[in-house]
């Protein structure tokens, strides 16, 4: 049983670029949430969704930012016009959306390095 | 969510049974005690979560207080390969679906 699938694990944008996250989530999910981790710090949650709708974006970054999980296919975190500020491990997760405890499975991450 | 404390640290000898403490005193009545880790910038992992009762899978045991008030993570024979940043966190589905992290636990495996 694959646990939660993201790609690519490593990508390299430079300043002013467009940088596309993919997650598949583990086979029977449908709830998938972003986190970012930046240099040094903590997780930080940025976006709870369900299929072809946005249920939290309260940790989204007001510009730039943007995610969708359509009905078909992977979700996808979207990030315009990149800055070096944005060099962070992207972590997505994935929840079967059932009950109080609603266990989020993690996958590898995507790293992401702005020149 | 409730806040936890954990310390920021902890050695353990490989072989030993590694008990990280979690303290989360202003925790509701239907929040759950989760545990995740994450092993040098791998995704968290999940490991255990709980309510009120005491739980073990294969991975680790979590004992809870009787007043809910802390809980302990117990790794029964620590490896090598279980060092990394243990988080504690408390959460509940129904209320908000974002899990808050903490700074964690570095816990450090020693041979």
């Known amino acids: 049983n694959a646990g939660v699938m993201q790609n690519p694990r490593h990508l390299v944008r430079r300043r002013g670029q467009e940088a596309r996250l993919r997650c598949s989530p583990m086979k029977g999910h449908s709830h998938v949430y972003w986190y970012r981790q930046l240099p040094e710090e903590g997780l930080k949650f940025m976006v709870y969704?369900?299929?072809?709708?946005?249920?939290?974006e309260s940790g989204m970054p007001k510009e730039r930012f943007s995610a969708e999980f359509p009905k078909e296919g992977p979700s996808i975190l979207r990030i315009q016009q990149v800055v070096r500020g944005d060099s962070a491990a992207y972590f997505c997760?994935?929840?079967?959306?059932?009950?109080?405890?609603?266990?989020?499975?993690f996958g590898p991450g995507t790293r992401l390095t702005v020149l | 969510d409730a806040k936890t404390t954990q310390p920021p640290s902890m050695d353990c000898a490989e072989g030993r049974a590694a008990n990280l403490p979690c303290n989360h005193s202003t925790i509701s009545g239907n929040e759950y005690v989760y545990w995740y880790r994450q092993i040098h910038s791998q995704g968290p992992q999940y490991i255990i979560h709980?309510?009120?009762n005491n739980e073990t899978n294969e991975m680790a045991s979590l004992i809870i207080t009787e007043d809910r008030k802390s809980s302990t993570l117990i790794l029964p024979h620590a490896t090598l390969r279980d060092t990394a940043v243990y988080y504690c966190i408390v959460f509940n589905s129904g209320s908000a679906r974002q899990l808050t992290f903490g700074s964690g636990t570095q816990l450090t495996v020693l041979p």
């Open positions: 997760a994935s929840s079967p959306g059932q009950g109080e405890a609603d266990t989020q499975y």
């Open positions: 969704l369900q299929k072809e709708n946005i249920i939290d």
């Open positions: 709980g309510l009120k």
